[in-house]
């Protein structure tokens, strides 16, 4: 125990005598780090957005808030991805810094998929289910009705079963290429889906949508080709499917 006394002191002594340098090391560190961050040279020069076509620019820009007169590589550029990614159209969004002082950001973009409609409202979303915006007008993209209750704000994620399981059913019938431009739930909790030109899928359960969705094409194909008309197709019993006309 004496000796480590001894070692202790000996080591504060042997630094005692270099007091003033380590002092002045460290206040030239300090004045370093100012100079770093003061110094107009490494202050942002050009900064630049790619990949962005329907957000504007300006507003990546406005989101992400890089200041102009602060060191660029003393900024936090992880806070201005999360800032950008805020804007709705926006999935990711990648800040690349270059010498001396140039920023490049790189925008991937999320593609509508579908639009929610609960009652009166409708909503504009990406597969992830992320609302856009509101669905204006005629849009090609397939509507998953719902009962109606309040819609999420643009920019939030909607976490509702139904509207998961809409999605997950669309594409079990697209992967059959059956096209589909409505998807819902009849007042039995059973699947319905409108096709273009009028025509009524009354699909039932979900359980066994993929066999089901597999005898839609050849129906619709073997009916076309007699010349009448279909009014709905009836798979609720994929064993004896029942096609109905329409009378006029």
């Known amino acids: 125990m004496k000796s480590a006394r001894r070692k202790q002191t000996s080591v504060a002594s042997a630094l005692r005598p270099f007091w003033f340098l380590i002092a002045l090391i460290a206040l030239a560190g300090i004045f370093g780090v100012f100079w770093a961050a003061t110094w ?5 020069k050009q900064v630049t957005v790619a990949g962005n076509r329907s957000v504007q620019t300006q507003e990546i820009l406005s989101r992400a808030h890089v ?3 602060v060191n ?3 900024q936090n550029m992880g806070a201005a991805a999360d800032r950008v990614e805020t804007i709705p159209y926006v999935k990711e969004a990648q800040f690349h810094r270059s010498l001396p002082a140039n920023l490049r950001i790189n925008i991937t973009e999320r593609a509508p998929y579908a ?13 992830d289910l992320r609302v856009l915006q509101q669905a204006e007008g005629q849009v090609p993209f397939p509507q998953f009705i719902l009962k109606a209750r ?5 920019g939030a994620f909607v976490h509702d079963a139904a509207v998961e399981r809409l999605r997950d059913d669309y594409d079990t019938l697209a992967q059959a290429h059956v096209v589909v431009r409505s998807l819902g739930y009849d007042k039995f909790g059973d699947l319905v889906a409108g096709m273009t030109g009028g025509v009524r899928l009354l699909l039932g359960g979900e359980a066994d949508l993929e066999k089901k969705a597999a ?3 050849p129906i619709l194909s073997q009916v076309s ?3 009448r008309r279909i009014a709905a197709v009836d798979l609720r019993a ?3 499917p029942v096609v109905v006309y329409k009378t006029k």
């Open 225 to 227: 080709a007699s010349g």
């Open 72 to 74: 660029l590589w003393l």
């Open 150 to 154: 309040p819609m999420p704000a643009a």
């Open 115 to 127: 639009v929610l409609r609960y009652g009166k409202q409708t909503a504009l979303v990406d597969r």
């Open 215 to 217: 005898l839609i094409g």
């Open 40 to 44: 107009p040279g490494l202050f942002p």
């Open 67 to 69: 200041a102009n007169n």
């Open 238 to 240: 994929p064993k004896t």
